[in-house]
Every structure is written in C-alpha cells, then in structure tokens.
C-alpha cells in the first residue's frame, strides 16, 4: 500500500495514524518532495476514475491560471502538466492498496474500506 501525503496535512496524520493503529503496512511518498510524473499522475486518474479537475486544490495559489483552462478531454493533460509542475495542487491523501484501488482518503468511511 502506498499514501501520498503532505504531512503538514491534518487529513494526511489522520489518515496515517489510522493506518498506524490498524497495524497496516504502507510505503509514504511526500509528494511535495517527490511530485508524480505525469504518468504515474494519469495513472493515479484513471485508478480513480475522475479527471484531473477533480482533485485540484482549487484554492491554492497556483491554481489561479486553472480557471479559465476547459474541463475536457482536449485539456486533461494541461491540467495534468499543472499538477505536475505545482504538486500543491494535487488533494490529499491518496491511497493505493496493492490491489491498485486508490481512493483519496479524506474521510473516516473512505479510509476505512483500507483498514482490516
């Protein structure tokens, strides 16, 4: 199992500390230290089932230029570029078991379908 994590983000402690408590084996990526490709990101997407724009932090900052870019096909790897280059941008946290479903884990309902 792997969890991108900010770990100034309360949802990301919470999330590990729940994982911690469960006795769950998990690998950390600090995506800000260690920002996706734009492959693993599409990837990551895809798992997800949701585009890009769904897990923006739209009210960073550096979304500013976001949003006037479409919400379309035609624009997924744009918004994928932004994600990329500024993984601020990019919700946590994200969890993929080790049967890839990945889900972002920003509920205790959601978490809980990871914990044994």
């Not at 309360?10 to 500390?17: L, N, P, Q, V, Y």
Request: glycine share 0%; proline share 9%; with cysteine.
């Amino acid at each position: 199992m792997e969890i991108w994590i900010n770990p100034a983000c309360s949802k990301c402690r919470a999330a590990t500390d729940a994982l911690d408590e469960a006795g769950v084996m998990y690998t950390v990526r600090r995506y800000l230290d260690d920002p996706p490709t734009a492959a693993e990101l599409d990837a990551v997407l895809v798992r997800l089932n949701l585009d890009p724009w769904h897990v923006v932090r739209h009210n960073e900052p550096e979304a500013a230029p976001l949003r006037d870019l479409p919400r379309d096909d035609a624009h997924r790897a744009d918004w994928i570029a932004a994600m990329v280059a500024h993984p601020i941008l990019i919700q946590r946290p994200i969890l993929t078991a080790d049967d890839a479903t990945t889900a972002v884990v920003r509920d205790p309902d959601t978490l809980s379908r990871f914990l044994p």
